[in-house]
């Protein structure tokens, strides 16, 4: 059953009517990128909150209204919201289709991970990561091109404010290579660190940061583990000797503590979206966090 979603609400005149650009994301990391390449020109809401799964999000009627008033839909795409068909048919609008200003799928420029085996979840038969993995806002690199393609959507619609947007972005692209060369630095002394994860939110991370993400808790997203499946996979860990477990702050906390004993590993909450924690307030310290939680974590397990 979906988790009901508390969407705050929100009035800004459309872009075409001179106003800020009303936005809606499908994420606080979209929301984020938005607000940093817009400014004041953009008024952003999400419509999933930072503490929740993302493939399970339900959105009340009332809140319906709310985006036919946006200018922008921006989503992360793939199969990562499989919530939106459903609210776009409602919805009703021509506008936020495939090929329209109105619409941005984000994913469409990235290199996808995990792209080569189409797999299908069980439950409902919704598919689940079914065409790459679908977290690649968690490697900071491609902010790059996430915030070009917003860029370009934001101008599209007011573009007397695209050298406002260019700056904005410019000034966020100083501030990422001087933080990515800092977190590196920071990780470089647990390249090739063997870890296991809850779910498989965390590959474009794990690449970029040198992690080798050996097996997942989830041996198919989104479908809790199976007793044996958990056996053979603490049982395998303590042979390899993984140490760490990364878990989100939603993961079933029984499920987190029985891998911990049994393996012997040290688990980590690490933080999928911006907002998910006070010193996560936006996008580049979303990372500022996670990376701080994880070299502690690491450090402590030697």
């Known amino acids: 059953m979906l988790r009901p979603l508390a969407l705050v609400l929100f009035a800004a005149a459309p872009g075409w009517g001179g106003g800020p650009l009303a936005v809606v994301t499908t994420s606080t990391d979209l929301k984020a990128l938005v607000e940093t390449v817009g400014g004041n020109r953009v008024q952003v809401e999400s419509l999933a909150p930072p503490l929740h799964d993302p493939h399970l999000v339900e959105v009340r009627p009332g ?11 921006v989503r992360i795409g793939l199969d990562h919201e499989p919530w939106l068909a459903r609210v776009l048919r409602s919805v009703k609008d021509p506008r936020f289709s495939l090929g329209s200003a109105h619409y941005l799928d984000t994913s469409k420029t990235i290199q996808l991970l995990q792209a080569e085996t189409p797999r299908v979840r069980g439950e409902r038969d919704v598919p689940h990561h079914g065409f790459g993995n679908t ?41 990422l290579d ?125």
């Open 178 to 302: 001087t933080r990515l060369a800092r977190w590196l630095q920071a990780m470089a002394p647990y390249r090739g660190t063997r870890v296991v994860v809850v779910h498989e939110s965390w590959p474009y991370f794990a690449q970029r940061f040198g992690l080798a993400v050996v097996a997942a808790v989830e041996s198919t997203p989104g479908v809790p583990p199976s007793a044996s499946y958990l056996a053979s996979l603490t049982q395998k860990m303590r042979e390899a000797g993984v140490k760490l477990l990364i878990a989100e702050p939603y993961s079933n906390a029984s499920v987190v503590s029985q891998v911990e004993a049994r393996s012997g590993a040290r688990a980590v909450t690490l933080l999928p979206s911006v907002a998910g924690d006070p010193e996560a307030r936006d996008y580049l310290s979303l990372f500022e966090l996670n990376i701080k939680r994880l070299t502690e974590a690491l450090a402590a397990t030697r």
């Open 135 to 175: 977290h690649y806002w968690l490697d900071p690199e491609n902010a790059r091109p996430i915030t070009e393609e917003i860029l370009k959507a934001l101008a599209r619609l007011a573009p007397a404010d695209r050298p406002h947007f260019e700056t904005n972005r410019k000034h966020f692209i100083e501030q």
């Open 63 to 73: 809140q319906l209204a709310k985006l036919k008033d946006a200018a922008l839909l």
